[in-house]
T-cell receptor, first 113, second 109 residues
Framework: EAQVTQNPRYLITVTGKKLTVTCSQN?????MSWYRQDPGLGLRQIYY???????DKGDVPEGYKVSRKEKRNFPLILESPSPNQTSLYFC????????????FGNGTRLTVT | GQNIDQPTEMTATEGAIVQINCTYQ??????LFWYQQHAGEAPTFLSY??LDGLEEKGRFSSFLSRSKGYSYLLLKELQMKDSASYLC??????????WGAGTKLIIKP
């Protein structure tokens, strides 16, 4: 089944404790992206990757890191999480065509205390 | 700056028709997407418009007017399962998606 898999679905952590949210897609998509979603603000892009070893900042990259060593994987790293990073996170992927829609993972609800 | 406007919330009755509007101001235009998002779930793709006019897909249709910077999503024969948020997103001249905040649609019996 074609899908984007994110883990974990739920994560509660404390300020400053490094964490990684994994994302993997099995559709051979070139493009991958991370979003956070907060009430009233909609989806905001954190980082994106047009292909392997190519990553770029989105609208809200501060406090986050990503890597794209393989085409299928695009992990999101929070080196020192803070409470303002409490949010719902989505990984998404697509083919690189203009009209290609995004396929989203099921989301990771992160709480930083 | 770039901006996409959608109503925050709309209410409609089961079996009726509802139109969700989206207006945009972006640097360039390379297509407009509509996504559906049920509470706590991932967005799922509904439609893509790049040329003016109406695209119909079953009970859902999407309209685009590039000269007016305007789109709408039309949902017919509303069902309770259509209760969700509807997200409008535009691809700009750099092929980046600009997202609206979404419209929460409440369906009443």
């Amino acid at each position: 089944e074609a899908q984007v898999t994110q883990n974990p679905r739920y994560l509660i952590t404390v300020t400053g404790k490094k964490l990684t949210v994994t994302c993997s897609q099995n559709m051979n998509h070139e493009y991958m992206s991370w979003y956070r979603q907060d009430p009233g603000l909609g989806l905001r892009q954190i980082y994106y990757s047009m292909n392997v070893e190519v990553t770029d900042k989105g609208d809200v990259p501060e406090g986050y890191k990503v890597s794209r060593k393989e085409k299928r994987n695009f992990p999101l790293i929070l080196e020192s999480p803070s409470p303002n990073q409490t949010s719902l996170y989505f990984c998404a992927s697509s083919y690189s065509g203009v009209s290609s829609p995004l396929h989203f993972g099921n989301g990771t609800r992160l709480t930083v205390t | 700056g770039q901006n996409i406007d959608q109503p925050t919330e709309m209410t409609a009755t089961e079996g009726a028709i509802v139109q969700i509007n989206c207006t945009y101001q972006t640097s360039g235009f390379n297509g407009l997407f509509w996504y559906q998002q049920h509470a706590g779930e991932a967005p799922t793709f509904l439609s893509y418009n790049v040329l003016d006019g109406l695209e119909e897909k079953g009970r859902f249709s999407s309209f685009l007017s590039r000269s007016k910077g305007y789109s709408y999503l039309l949902l017919k024969e509303l069902q309770m399962k259509d209760s969700a948020s509807y997200l409008c997103a535009v691809k700009d001249s750099n092929y980046q998606l600009i997202w609206g905040a979404g419209t929460k649609l409440i369906i009443k019996p």
